[in-house]
């Protein structure tokens, strides 16, 4: 090494320094919270064990909130006529006695939240066929942040 790389070297170090702090974020703007699940709120709906009607259709209205900012919402509808149990639900719902499927309903399906939200109010139409069989449901809500924290809730509901 000769004199002219030496007397570089604390040039090249303060560049690097420099130029790895500006890429890192700082500790306040790091996103680590997940999103929030609203459903607690006057005419939220469904609740736990809500009942709705086979041949209707029925307004999903729940509330998502985060700290930096929202991304998308998925919903997941399934029968429970076998009794299975998601680890969200807070109550049980009197249940029907165990049957097998001839026609349950299904809906799986996800949307998007406008852009820079941190708080939104999804208000979804859902039409329920009136051939689907009567019983036990699931109503899965996922929520994702736009860093990709999830936060899922399953509500138990009943099809009449």
Avoid at 53 to 82: C, I, Q, T
Avoid at 89 to 98: A, I, Q, S, Y
Avoid at 139 to 151: A, L, S, Y
Wanted: hydrophobic share 35%; charged share 20%.
């Amino acid at each position: 090494m000769n004199y002219r790389d030496i007397r570089n070297i604390p040039l090249f170090v303060l560049m690097i320094t420099l130029a790895v702090s500006g890429c890192e974020m700082n500790e306040d703007e790091k996103d680590v919270d997940p999103p929030v699940i609203d459903n607690t709120f006057a005419g939220a709906f469904p609740t736990q064990c809500a009942v709705i009607s086979r041949g209707a259709s029925f307004e999903l209205k729940v509330v998502f909130r985060d700290n930096m900012e929202l991304g998308s919402y998925s919903l997941d509808v399934h029968h429970n006529f076998d009794h299975h149990t998601h680890s969200t639900e807070v109550n049980d719902c009197e249940m029907d006695p165990v049957k097998s499927p001839d026609n349950p309903f299904l809906l799986i399906d996800t949307y998007s939240i406008p852009s820079g939200l941190q708080t939104y109010e999804a208000v979804q139409q859902i039409a329920v066929p009136a051939d689907v069989d009567p019983g036990d449901y699931h109503f899965m809500i996922k929520v994702t942040d736009k860093e990709g924290w999830q936060t899922i809730q399953g509500i138990s509901i009943k099809i009449n």
